[in-house]
């Protein structure tokens, strides 16, 4: 048997064969935590605002930079119910590597990731991530800027007007040539060639008794192509989706220097964003980062296989490789001087607790 009352202040009231019962009492408190409830969704709700942003990047189509962001901005997208987009602006059309930097403190772009090493002109610790030789793999690399390490650094960059989402990856770099097969450290010496706009680059390759030449990224192939240098140096999935192999004949497997990536916000957008939106796009940033880091990884393996079809391909054997480490040894010494001891002993110590693991 049941009975329903409608109307105001009996909203309804029900006697079933089970016994059940809700008096007005009851309906008062579960309809006031209903409304509570639908009052936190629709508050929350409202803490995802509408916004487009800007990722600028100067690699191509097919860059681990350009895809990771690609996955970036369909995650954001996604979470955000597509109130959220971001535009993935490739081939350096919103500048150069330096005014991207330039341009994010500024507020002008909102979002980029490069290699980590090029903030040292901002922040003079990051040129310890251009350290020759400093990571053995990925694996190690990924366990370094995930920790303590990686935040320590990351913390650094706000009060320069950068923040920090996550490490993404460029890989490890190999080196490129027209001129001749390079078997020998010493085979290096009287090249031009490209390196990027950081000192540590520059006087590594003069150590080795190459031509160092700073050039932004977005001009090597024309370099390339007319000769003005001889060659360059980049991760394997690099040099094929920029096409160096068309102006390259000679490939060398060296892994002299692995590239972190900083994804970096500008700290004027993103103190300009609600809490909800800032945790929407660090969470977002660090699932992008798993992805993409294994996604780059795939990419590197496929690119030497397809590359070694037009190059031709040495490696440097580890006799090679230590005289390289005895040529650039003055180098490191005078940058580890100049980002402090103390960072780099951090660093180094917490290298060698992972490799006894």
């Known amino acids: ?23 007005i009492r009851q309906w008062g408190r579960f309809a006031a935590v209903a409304a509570c409830g639908l009052g936190l969704a629709t508050i929350g709700q409202a803490q995802i605002n509408a916004h487009t942003f ?3 990047t100067a690699g191509a189509a097919g860059h681990p930079i350009v895809v990771g962001g690609e996955k970036w901005a369909e995650l954001v997208s996604k979470k955000s119910g597509g109130k959220m987009t971001i535009k993935v602006f490739m081939n350096g059309a919103l500048g150069s590597d330096p005014q991207v930097l330039s341009t994010l403190q ?6 980029s990731a490069m290699n980590s090493g090029i903030l040292q002109a ?29 935040k320590k650094m990351a913390d650094l960059l706000p009060a320069k007007g950068m923040v920090q989402l996550a490490y993404w990856e460029l890989g490890f ?6 001129k001749r097969l390079i078997n020998k450290a010493d085979d290096i010496a009287g090249l031009k060639l490209r390196v990027i706009q950081s000192p540590i680059y520059i006087e590594t390759f003069n150590a080795l008794g190459a031509v160092s030449i700073p050039m932004p990224f977005t001009e090597v192939y024309t370099a390339l192509q007319t000769q003005l240098i001889d060659g360059e140096e980049n991760p394997y999935s690099v040099i094929e989706t920029s096409k ?3 102006v390259q004949k000679f490939l060398t497997v060296a892994n002299h220097i692995y590239n972190p990536q900083s994804l970096l916000v500008s700290k004027k957008k993103w103190d ?8 929407l796009l660090m969470s977002t940033a660090i699932e992008a980062r798993d992805w993409q880091r294994q996604n ?3 990419m590197a393996e496929t690119s030497l296989v397809n590359l070694k079809k037009t190059m031709q391909v040495s490696i440097l054997s580890p006799d090679e490789l230590a005289k390289i480490r005895v040529k650039i040894k003055p180098v490191i010494e005078k940058y580890s001087a100049s980002v402090g001891p103390e960072l780099v002993k951090e660093l180094q110590t917490e290298l060698d607790k992972g490799r006894k693991k």
Do not use: C, H
Not at 173 to 178: D, W
Not at 272 to 279: M, P
């Open 296 to 298: 780059t990884r795939a």
């Open 122 to 150: 901002q922040v003079k610790e990051f040129a310890i991530f251009d350290f020759p030789f400093m990571f053995n793999d990925g694996k190690e690399a990924d366990a370094i800027l995930d920790g303590a390490f990686g």
């Open 54 to 56: 800007r990722f600028a």
């Open 1 to 23: 048997m049941y009975r329903i009352l409608y109307g105001w202040p009996f909203l309804f009231e029900a006697d079933l064969t089970r016994g059940y019962r809700m008096d």
């Open 173 to 178: 770099r190999e080196l490129t040539n027209s």
């Open 244 to 246: 160096f192999n068309e």
């Open 272 to 279: 300009s964003l609600t809490k909800d939106e800032q945790s």
């Open 106 to 111: 500024d507020g002008t772009v909102d979002f």
